[in-house]
């Protein structure tokens, strides 16, 4: 198969390989699922979201307000929330 081509299963080969076929989509690969020869479906890989580099990754980044643990902070989150009585 030529690179860049995604690997091609049909359908009762994809069930059967099914655990296989997560695990290489998960390391990046594309796989399309045929049926009859005619490709119907593709898997592919979820983007990752977040690429943060370990704990403290965001220090620096953001700034919390002197009183955001205060009881009144937290009184108003609570109600917001319906938490107070």
């Known amino acids: 198969m030529s690179e860049g081509a995604s690997e091609q299963y049909n359908i009762h080969e994809a069930k059967t390989n099914l655990s296989r076929i997560i695990e290489r989509v998960e390391h990046g690969e594309e796989i399309v699922i045929s049926r009859a020869g005619r490709p119907v ?3 592919i890989p979820f983007p990752t979201k977040v690429n943060r580099h370990g704990r403290g990754s965001l220090k ?3 700034r919390l307000a002197d009183d955001w643990d205060s009881p009144e902070v937290n009184d108003a989150i609570a ?3 319906g938490l107070m009585p």
Do not use: R, S
Request: glycine share 12%; hydrophobic share 55%.
């Open 79 to 81: 109600d917001e929330f």
């Open 41 to 43: 479906a593709k898997v």
């Open 60 to 62: 620096g980044v953001l």
